[in-house]
């Protein structure tokens, strides 16, 4: 005797894709585009239970979004600068804020409107985040003054792997500790 199919727990239709995405939202920021990326695996995991029509998904995915964008509860803009200021808090560099937000689909525009208005707060912002970062992880002029030449070239690489110029990084290292704090 053969197994009745499965029918799929997870539900399609409009209202339950945007209470999903409304519990996404409360644990989450978000951009447009990475909701619609979160709704979309929605669909994928439905569909490996059972025939979904993608089409219908699709359409149903865009009028969520579009919902919660006229609702102000998914704003791009807003996403972009409260990202950016926590990512600059955490000393990365402007050049790996901008790529980070590219990758959650942030439009270009918003990535540099939220890049100046982050660099009108802090004019030398990459060399407070250099700081912050070198701060946090006892690099340069933080770490004990007995080991600062031994692992000169060590400290100036991890700024390098964190997307700060040679600059930075030397002006960092070779710094007093005293650098203004992100």
Not at 129 to 147: K, N
């Amino acid at each position: 005797m053969a197994a009745a199919p499965r029918k799929s727990k997870i539900s399609l239709r409009p209202d339950s894709l945007e209470r999903a995405a409304l519990l996404y939202l409360e644990r989450y920021a978000s951009s447009g585009e990475n909701l619609r990326r979160v709704l979309h695996r929605r669909v994928m995991r439905a569909e490996r239970k059972g025939p979904v029509d993608r089409e219908a998904a699709a359409h149903a995915i865009d009028a969520v979004i579009a919902k919660l964008q006229r609702a102000a509860i998914l704003d791009d803009a807003r996403y972009a600068a409260g990202r950016a200021a926590t990512l600059f808090r955490q000393g990365k560099s402007l050049g790996r804020i901008a790529a980070t937000l590219a990758s959650a689909g942030v439009a270009r525009e918003v990535i540099e409107a939220a890049l100046d208005a982050l660099e009108a707060d802090h004019p030398e912002a990459d060399m407070a985040a250099a700081s912050a970062y070198a701060r946090r992880r006892r690099l340069g002029p933080w770490r004990p003054a007995a080991a600062r030449e031994a692992h000169r070239r060590k400290d100036m690489a991890a700024l390098a792997r964190r997307g700060f110029s040679l600059a930075i990084a030397r002006a960092v290292i070779a710094g007093d500790g005293e650098a203004e704090e992100a």
